[in-house]
């Protein structure tokens, strides 16, 4: 039975989940179609979502310390005072058609997100270890409301100010930003950061040699990597299609909710059959779904299935992969490994969405959907060769 007060800190914590999912399935909305507006380059039209990933990958480790420092809720709030720059810079690059200005709004963020996506993590702290892959399941579980308003945001939004169209849709971002500070002053969360732990920390080397940290980080790498890359060329690829932005808005909306849904029942999954079995699920649904949309291009019978997949996929590997961490380290080390791991998966994230749009606007959406099914690939066996070790050490022991 968790405690009334872990329970408000899942809400609280959910709710934040919400708004800065909000915020980036806005970003996402409207990034790639922006950047295509205004990139010197075609080629490059996908850079404001890479500068998001990238940005993302360089605050992952000095956000991880500075809330081991400080601590959460002094971390989360800073995260949305550089979501409010961002939000800014957006309105700038819209206003002046700058493109670089864009990328920068894409940077800002980014930086936001890598320090929102510590919400997991600081569930999972404020949770007991029977309750705590539920805790980041039911976490995770609020981005079902950032599907329709993030992607609704974008679309209503655009043409707020009838003179400089999407600087609406910043805006609103903006007001997103301030309601996450709203929320976040809510928490009550354990100070960790000032907890002395019994067992010391060990060599970062040898936590790097445990194979379920090992296999966690790679199964969180290449699962939010998949998702990043095909969801990153999705606005472009139907809007090739001849539909209208509001049909790329409506699967991405689809999309984030296929991502964040399965929050009700991740984590009792997770509890019944184990994470290695939910990451593997969550990879072959993937499969499914670049199957799915290799089938054709019409927009309800195969860029939208292909997309709630797409999600569902994510969230099985990504939830199952944060349980795997969190089980495979001590409370000492979380703000190292938590930091490499964000740095690690961000860092492939950077790459994926980068050469989405190079490999789209060079061999089209075919062949990215093809190219994506060696990563997935790579999951389900490096998991199941996880598996089979662990059943041989059982053996060995018994």
């Known amino acids: 039975m968790t405690s009334p007060e872990v329970r408000r800190n899942v809400i609280v914590l959910s709710l934040c989940v919400a708004l800065s999912a909000s915020a980036m399935s806005l970003l996402f ?69 700058n493109f670089w200005l864009m990328c920068g709004a894409g940077a800002f963020i980014g930086s936001a997100n890598a320090i929102a996506m510590q919400y997991r993590f600081a569930a999972a702290e404020a949770a007991p270890p029977e309750f705590r892959s539920r805790a980041i399941s039911l976490t995770m579980l609020g981005g079902v409301l950032a599907a329709f308003i993030g992607p609704n945001l974008a679309s209503h939004a655009r043409n707020w100010i009838d003179t400089v169209p999407f600087m609406g849709t910043f805006a609103a971002l903006f007001g997103l930003q301030l309601l996450l500070m709203l929320a976040i002053s809510q928490l009550r969360l354990p100070e960790t950061h000032k907890k002395v732990h019994a067992e010391p920390a060990r060599p970062l080397g040898e936590i790097l040699r445990v194979p379920g940290v090992v296999v966690a980080i790679i199964g969180a790498a290449l699962g939010y990597a998949v998702m990043s890359f095909v969801m990153t060329a999705t606005p472009l690829a139907i809007l090739d299609c001849n539909y209208a932005f509001g ?55 195969n860029f939208w299935p292909a997309l709630i997949l797409l999600g569902i996929g994510w969230n099985f590997m990504f939830v199952g992969a944060t349980s795997l961490l969190t089980e495979n380290y001590r409370p000492s080390e979380q703000a190292r490994i938590q930091a490499i791991n964000e740095f690690v998966v961000f860092g492939t994230v950077a790459v994926a969405s980068l050469s989405a749009g190079s490999i789209y606007a060079g061999a089209g959406w075919s062949v990215l959907l093809m190219s994506a099914a060696l990563p997935v690939g790579l999951v389900i066996l490096i998991v199941a060769t996880y598996g089979l070790y662990k059943r041989k050490a059982k053996q060995k022991v018994a």
Do not use: E
Not at 75 to 83: A, D, L, P, R
Not at 264 to 287: D, E, H, K, P, S
């Open 29 to 97: 909305t409207v990034a790639a179609v922006i950047g295509y507006s205004l990139a010197p380059d075609k080629s490059l039209s996908t850079l404001p979502v890479s500068a998001t990933m990238i940005a993302m990958l360089i605050t992952t480790a000095p956000s991880a310390f500075m809330m081991k420092k400080y601590g959460r809720r002094i971390g989360f709030s800073v995260g949305c005072m550089i979501g409010m720059c961002g939000a800014f810079c957006g309105i700038g690059a819209v206003y002046w058609g």
């Open 247 to 301: 049909d790329a808005a409506f699967i991405i909306q689809w999309h984030v909710v296929g991502m964040y849904a399965p929050g009700f029942v991740t984590g009792n999954l997770i509890r019944r059959f184990g994470t290695l079995a939910i990451i593997q699920v969550g990879a072959v649904i993937t499969l499914v779904c670049l199957v799915v949309g290799l089938s054709g291009i019409d927009l309800i019978t």
